[in-house]
């Protein structure tokens, strides 16, 4: 079994930064992508971040410039810094990632996720 856990979420004043953490254990093979979405009340969950094992990321058009992602795959740990957040960037943020084997088809495991709230 895979465990995601999220911290760092929280409230935070319009212009302020938050760093999101997420740490993976449990039975781990091969992480080939750690990453975030989002979910606004009543919408689906949206890619915010993605990062590959060799290093690769994206972001999504909305938060490319202010937010930055990044890994320990030692640690099998991601974070996101997010910079400069607005009252739209205010959702619930899941930590999510692809595990599998070599020659098999990745699983994806999601965290519980956590809030964060841009408000003045």
């Known amino acids: 079994q895979v465990q995601l856990v999220e911290s760092g979420g929280g409230l935070v004043q319009p212009g302020g930064s938050l760093r999101l953490s997420c740490a993976a254990s449990?039975?781990?093979?091969?992480?080939?992508?750690m990453g975030w979405y989002r979910q606004f009340p009543g919408k689906q969950r949206d890619l915010v971040a993605r990062?590959?094992?060799?290093?690769?990321?994206y972001y999504s058009e909305s938060v490319k410039g202010r937010f930055t992602i990044s890994k320990d795959n030692a640690k099998k740990t991601a974070t996101l810094q997010m910079n400069s957040l607005t009252p739209e960037d205010t959702a619930v943020y899941y930590c999510?990632?692809?595990?599998?084997?070599?020659?098999?088809?990745?699983?994806?495991?999601w965290g519980k996720g956590t809030l964060v709230t841009v408000s003045s």
């Open positions: 990062i590959t094992s060799a290093g690769s990321t």
């Open positions: 999510y990632i692809e595990e599998g084997r070599h020659g098999m088809v990745p699983v994806d495991y």
């Open positions: 449990g039975s781990i093979f091969n992480i080939y992508v």
